[in-house]
């Protein structure tokens, strides 16, 4: 290689690593700001602000899903399997919604702890596979899917 | 499994048509814009060489 | 190989190569689009919790793969334009920010459409959106200043030094779903630990991305072609070769 080529790339390398020292700096500052929500245990630990507008993201308790009233609005908690809190909505919940399921929620936490939410979105998993597939694997308790 | 069946699409057929259409027209289109300006220049070109040709 | 290489970089050659290969690389495309469409929409069974709509994946994660493929290569054929000068790889760095663009538009299209059925939403700003949508920014940043700049030879090493600054965001979109909360769910074929999509699913997948290469590559070349054509229109070959055809 010619020396001004060598040059060049020690050049376009020197650039190429400043960039990147910066977007890693920049985006470990913005860090929280870059988590679309916090989990239970963050709540109950009191880290989002109060009062404010915020998401929680977790699983669906199995079982929990009530509907009092009979109508649109639906009580259900929510946990990280570590801490678990109560989860209030009134709407159109999406297909995924169902027990078991990971789900985000942003609202606003009421005084007495419970998650009002304006809108709940499904957080799908990684996992693709036939009815029949899922029907077999669900069979022995505490079995993760696949091997 | 019926045609109807399969174009319903176990009811998300607004949603998943639509992906495969515009995928389809974006990727058409991809081909077609340079396909059609190849024509063009050669089609320019092919001129100017016949009007040279005719000028020696 | 080396001769081999310099011979195909220069015009005539390489007009004439990728001539010849066209037809054959559109007959491949051809036949691998059909396979996975009918793999994607016919052969392979719903998903246990999604139904049908995970057929979007087949076009919607190709499409997320190849808007960060065709990224890398234009940034590789960029540091080749800023060290070697290259012509070739001007070309093939300017040439591939358009075919990007549009793998990493569908990307963003399709996965809105699947996010509205699953996810209840349209869009969100999480990291893996926001950031697959910085790509789309990129791309139609290399498009313009292309465009702005008059003198082509200076405008491609501008294009080159945009697209290596956007390297950065590469490692972003992939890690962002392992990195933050997103509502975007995290990798599924790339996982070593175990098979998250079943084998019926998975084969359409990879003949899509297979097919969506091809693509790249056909799609490349038919601008490669035209450029060089519009480029070195004065030139004896080119006049050589029309006349060769004419006959």
Redesign the interface.
């Known amino acids: 290689m010619t020396p001004a080529r060598k040059k060049r790339l020690m050049l376009v390398g020197l650039m190429i690593f400043g960039v990147g020292v910066a977007v890693a700096l920049a985006l470990r500052a913005f860090n929280s700001n870059l988590m679309f929500f916090y989990s239970p245990t963050q709540v109950v630990a009191g880290e989002p602000p109060k009062g404010a507008l915020f998401r929680v993201g977790g699983m669906v308790v199995k079982g929990s899903i009530q509907r009092p009233g009979g109508g649109m609005t639906v009580r259900f908690a929510l946990t990280d399997n570590r801490n678990t809190i109560t989860v209030q909505y009134t709407g159109i919940l999406p297909d995924l919604f169902r027990e078991g399921q990971g789900i985000v929620a942003k609202g606003r936490l009421r005084p007495d702890g419970v998650f009002v939410a304006d809108e709940v979105l499904a957080k799908h998993d990684e996992n693709y596979m036939p009815p029949e597939v899922a029907g077999i694997l669900k069979k022995p308790k505490g079995m993760r899917t696949g091997p | 499994m019926s045609l109807s069946e399969f174009l319903h699409m176990g009811g998300y057929a607004p949603y998943v048509w639509p992906s495969y259409g515009i995928a389809a027209l974006v990727l058409w289109w991809n081909l077609w814009v340079p396909a059609r300006r190849l024509r063009q220049v050669r089609a320019r070109l092919r001129r100017r060489l016949r009007r040279e040709e005719a000028s020696r | 190989m080396m001769n081999f290489l310099h011979r195909l970089a220069s015009p005539p050659h390489f007009y004439r190569i990728s001539g010849r290969l066209l037809p054959w690389l559109g007959a491949a495309f051809a036949l691998l689009l059909v396979a996975g469409l009918v793999g994607g ?2 052969l392979a ?13 087949y ?2 994660v190709p ?1 997320a793969w190849m808007s960060l493929f065709i990224y890398m290569v234009m940034a590789g054929a960029g ?1 080749i334009v ?3 000068r290259i012509k070739l790889a001007e070309l093939v760095a300017v040439h591939s920010a ?2 990007g663009a ?1 793998f990493t ?2 990307a963003l ?2 996965g809105s ?2 996010g ?6 349209w869009w ?4 893996r959106l926001t950031s697959e949508l910085i790509l789309l920014f990129l791309y139609l940043g290399v498009i313009g200043l292309y465009n702005a700049i008059e003198d082509k030879r200076a405008a491609a090493r501008a294009v080159a ?1 945009l697209a ?2 956007g ?2 965001n590469i490692p ?1 979109i992939h890690y962002s779903v392992v ?5 975007h ?4 074929v790339t ?1 070593f630990d ?5 084998t ?2 998975l084969i359409p997948l990879l003949i899509m991305a297979l097919a969506f290469n091809l ?1 790249y590559f ?2 490349l070349l ?2 490669l ?2 450029a060089l ?2 480029r070195e ?1 004065g030139a004896r070959w ?2 050589n070769l ?2 060769e055809e ?1 006959a």
Request: proline residues 8%; without cysteine.
């Open positions: 929409l016919y069974p719903p998903d246990y919790q999604q139904g049908d709509s995970f057929r979007i994946m076009i919607h499409s540091l800023l060290v070697w358009p075919i549009s538009f569908l299209v399709t459409l699947w509205k059925p699953m996810w209840g939403t969100v700003w999480d990291a030094i290596l600054v390297v950065v972003i990195w933050w909360n997103t509502l769910q995290g990798p599924t996982r175990k098979p998250a999509i079943a019926s699913m693509y056909i799609a038919m601008r072609r035209l054509l519009e229109a080119v006049a029309l006349a004419e």
